[in-house]
């Protein structure tokens, strides 16, 4: 069985940074990949990151980019989430997901598939104005 554990959220001022961590287990890296996701109240969820190694790419949200790097420690089973100038509307629950399908586009757009891919349960990141 796959489970993921996020770890690593917490309330930070605006323009600050946190660094979210997925533990995986029960998966292998090379072949699938691994996305963060956000949900806020009154919101969508939203992909928000993604890494395939067996791709060799990775992805960020528009609303992210240049502000967020996502990384992966394949020794440790671990995939990161690296958070600076973080804003208000950062605020939200983080998820992250595996999926043994490797597309990283279709992972942040329709999260992970039913037969192949797994949700962690989620850390809290709120940010202060």
């Known amino acids: 069985e796959v489970q993921l554990v996020e770890s690593g959220g917490g309330l930070v001022q605006a323009g600050g940074s946190l660094r979210l961590s997925c533990v995986v287990s029960?998966?292998?890296?090379?072949?699938?990949?691994i996305g963060w996701f956000r949900q806020a109240p009154g919101k969508e969820r939203e992909g928000v990151s993604c890494?395939?190694?067996?791709?060799?790419?990775?992805y960020y949200a528009d609303s992210v980019k240049g502000r967020f790097t996502i990384s992966s420690d394949n020794a440790k089973n671990t995939v990161y989430l690296q958070m600076n100038s973080l804003k208000p509307e950062d605020t939200a629950v983080y998820y992250c997901?595996?999926?043994?399908?490797?597309?990283?586009?279709?992972?942040?757009?329709?999260?992970?598939?039913?037969?192949?891919?797994?949700w962690g349960q989620g850390t809290q990141v709120t940010v202060s104005s």
């Open positions: 997901a595996a999926d043994r399908l490797p597309n990283c586009w279709a992972l942040v757009v329709a999260g992970p598939s039913p037969d192949f891919g797994s």
């Open positions: 890494i395939s190694s067996s791709e060799g790419s990775t």
């Open positions: 029960g998966f292998t890296f090379d072949d699938g990949a």
